[in-house]
């Protein structure tokens, strides 16, 4: 098994400022990074603590001899690292992981992923570092990953709903969840269809669980479906997540390539700034073919630039 560089924990917020108290007692130097409750290093050993979850990153030097020693023992109170079959032998059993990229950015498609692991695919991803991509600080790294994942053999499915098609079905559905949903019960149609004796399929849970089922279509439909938080940390959806990830950003590219100017991710000014100078260079019709128009940031682009 190749050496760990990245690892993450889902916690509680007792769990998160018992870190937290820990980090500061063994003098780690604290920084301020958005979207965390804090960020610490030592030693080119990095510890983050984002607010969503909260989970913890742990990357760099170091890491599985803190792994063992303090984030298991003193954190999270059970030894886990390598004690995946153990502690989560479901992840290892035959299913379908589903997860999607891109929902949260004004700019490019939402791109929806699935893929099918057993236990030997499973411990093949594992052991080549297949995690969560929001884990995974570099585009670079997403697309080795995604590589890797197509090379293990793992069957998988992949839709991109460009910009355009994604403002048509939003329009026509009315909802980000029910558009997740559609989105979702497609990819695991796809799948039943390529994997037809697989059991189960699991999502991270973005909705009442109803709205998903409902969605489903006539194999989905035969199968467990499970919707649960945190769900990235199983490795079939860590999977889908890179796999979704790099259609993302390789829309990003290849259409910021095309229009002569660089697609930012996210809803920073950055992106806004973005957005105007294409209004500009193209004129207002060209924001729906490269904007969620719902967003909020949409309108305020189009009023910046003296579009009612």
């Known amino acids: 098994m190749p050496p760990l ?25 604290f920084t301020t990074k958005p979207f965390t409750l804090f960020s610490a290093s030592k030693d080119k050993l990095n510890v983050a603590v984002y607010e969503k979850g909260p989970k913890a990153l742990l990357q760099g030097r170091g890491l599985e001899d803190f792994i063992t020693y303090v984030m298991e023992p003193e954190i999270l109170g059970e030894a886990r690292l390598g004690y995946e079959e153990i502690h989560s032998p479901e992840q290892f059993d035959p299913h379908f992981g589903v997860d999607e990229s891109g929902k949260g950015d004004l700019l490019g498609p939402l791109v929806i992923a699935g893929v099918f692991v057993d236990g030997d695919l499973a411990r093949q991803l594992r052991d080549a570092g297949v995690r969560d991509s929001k884990g995974i600080g570099t585009d670079k790294k997403i697309r080795e990953l995604a590589e890797v994942i197509r090379r293990s053999g793992a069957p998988s499915e992949v839709i991109v709903l460009s910009p355009e098609k994604y403002n048509q079905l939003y329009s026509s559905i009315g909802n980000l969840n029910r558009l997740l949903a559609w989105g979702h019960a497609r990819i695991i149609e796809n799948l039943c269809i390529r994997v037809p004796a697989c059991p189960r399929a699991l999502s991270d849970k973005f909705a009442d ?15 467990q479906l499970d919707q649960r938080t945190k ?51 193209y004129g207002p019709g060209m924001l729906t073919k490269v904007a969620k128009m719902h967003f909020k940031t949409a309108s305020e682009v189009l009023t910046a630039t003296g579009v009612k």
């Open 5 to 29: 560089h990245s690892q993450t924990y889902p916690l509680t917020m007792t769990q998160a400022e018992k870190l937290g108290h820990l980090l500061r007692e063994r003098g780690f130097s």
């Open 209 to 223: 669980s109803r709205i998903l089922q409902k969605a489903l279509l006539e194999n989905g439909r035969k199968i």
């Open 231 to 281: 769900a990235e940390s199983d490795y079939a959806v860590a999977a889908a997540s890179i796999l979704a990830r790099e259609g993302f950003i390789d829309w990003l590219e290849k259409h910021g390539k095309e229009l002569g100017i660089t697609l930012p991710k996210g809803v920073s000014t950055k992106v806004k700034d973005a957005a105007v100078e294409l209004i500009k260079i």
